[in-house]
Structures are given as C-alpha cells and as structure tokens.
C-alpha cells in the first residue's frame, strides 16, 4: 500500500518555467512534510519542508503548497533553471520514520 | 564534519556471496537507517536503528542483517546475494527520533549481484 503518492513519474520543462509536483497521502496522522533533492550519484538532500498547520511556504524559487483537507501538497519551482535537473522526492513523516514518495524526475531544457 | 560516509561506492557481487556495506556518520545522531532505491519505486526502507544496540525492520528486510554496536557506525550485510538485491544503497541518520528531523543520507553504494 503506498501511503505518499507522487506524480508525475518524469516533467521537462523549459528554462524559466514552472515546475510542480505534486503528493497526496491518506495517513492523516502525518504531521511534517519535506521534500528531498537527489543529483545523479548523489544522495537526497532536503530541499524544504512543511507542517500541516500551514498552507504554504516559500523558500527562493522554491514553494510548497498544502491542502489539509484535500491530504495533498505540492512543489512548485519558479524560473526553473537547468541545475534544478535532478529527482525529487515528497515525504511524510508521523514518527523518525518518513515515508517516500515514488520520486520525480525533473529535467529543465536550457 | 564528514556527515553520514558509506562504503564502497561501488560493489559488483556473484549470487550467493555475502558482503558488508558500510555506514558510518560523525554527527552523534541518535537514528539511523538504510533504503534501497530501485528505478520507479523510491526509496524503501529496509532496517532503522533509534540507538545503539537497537534496530528494527523497515518495509524490505528479507536478506538483510544489521546491528548497531556504536552510535557512529550501522552495517548492513548481505548474508547471501541475490540479483533481486542488485540496487542502489543509501544509509541516513537524523539527530533525534523526532518527525520533524532532516534525514541526512549518505552519497549511496550501488550494488550489482551478477
């Protein structure tokens, strides 16, 4: 049973543009949600993160969005750049242990 | 601070061998785990530990051993390779056991049981 449920699978979008992934979960005991940066040979580093008490946060180009009653929330990356290439995954933590998200595979054409 | 290192990076096995991937991290985190990763389905979590001389199973444990003997280090063995085992390997830590800790993961070891 997949608990975090991430789409899409691959996005290409132009230098520039906006780029948005987005997560829904069922578990509504989850109450942190980061997301995780991975370059290619690399591990995932987090990128940002949000609680559920908050409907959005902005770091840089970087947003997350969160519905609490729909149990969704999503990434959006403003003027998208060609190093923002990498996967991105959504988690969702109730305890230490967070649960994945199937990841995304962004590529930004310069 | 070197963060979470895991070794070898590279590791090419024959069915049924047996190996050690190593972890270690020099940030005195009190939890760490290991995920394989696997094309199309994230990353799944195989064994956790939330201190020394205490571990668990995590979604994928069959064919994994671990052990936590010291805060720094958590091993992962292979007790006998299979194919279905060929993936990449990423060992994380975090400073407590609180949802809201950042994972820390290592650079990864990516493991091809021929």
């Known amino acids: 049973q997949q608990q975090v449920k991430q789409s899409p699978q691959s996005l290409i979008v132009q230098k520039g543009g906006i780029s948005i992934i987005n997560c829904a979960y069922e578990?509504?005991?989850?109450?942190?949600f980061p997301w995780y940066q991975q370059f290619p040979g690399k591990g995932p580093a987090l990128l940002i993160a949000?609680?559920?008490?908050?409907s959005e946060k902005k770091e840089g180009r970087f947003t997350i969005s969160f519905n609490k009653s729909a149990k969704q929330f999503s990434l959006h990356i403003m003027d998208s750049q060609p190093g923002d290439s990498a996967t991105y995954f959504c988690?969702?933590?109730?305890?230490?242990?967070?649960?994945f998200g199937r990841g995304t595979s962004l590529i930004v054409h310069p | 601070n070197a963060g979470v290192t895991q070794t070898p990076k590279f590791q090419v096995l024959k069915t049924g061998q047996s190996m050690t991937l190593q972890c270690a991290q020099d940030?005195?985190?009190?939890?760490m785990s290991w995920y394989r990763q696997d094309p199309g389905m994230g990353l799944r979590l195989i064994h956790y530990?939330?201190?020394?001389?205490?571990?668990d199973q995590g979604e994928v444990p069959n064919g994994y051993n671990v052990s936590r003997s010291t805060t720094e280090d958590f091993p992962l063995r292979l007790l006998s390779a299979a194919p279905s085992q060929t993936s990449v390997y990423f060992c994380?830590?975090?400073?407590?056991?609180?949802?809201?800790?950042?994972?820390?993961f290592g650079p990864g070891t990516r493991l091809t049981v021929l």
């Open positions: 994380a830590s975090s400073y407590t056991i609180t949802s809201t800790d950042t994972q820390y």
């Open positions: 578990n509504t005991a989850f109450d942190y």
């Open positions: 949000i609680r559920p008490d908050v």
């Open positions: 988690a969702a933590s109730t305890s230490y242990i967070p649960t």
């Open positions: 940030m005195n985190h009190e939890y």
């Open positions: 530990s939330v201190g020394a001389g205490i571990t």
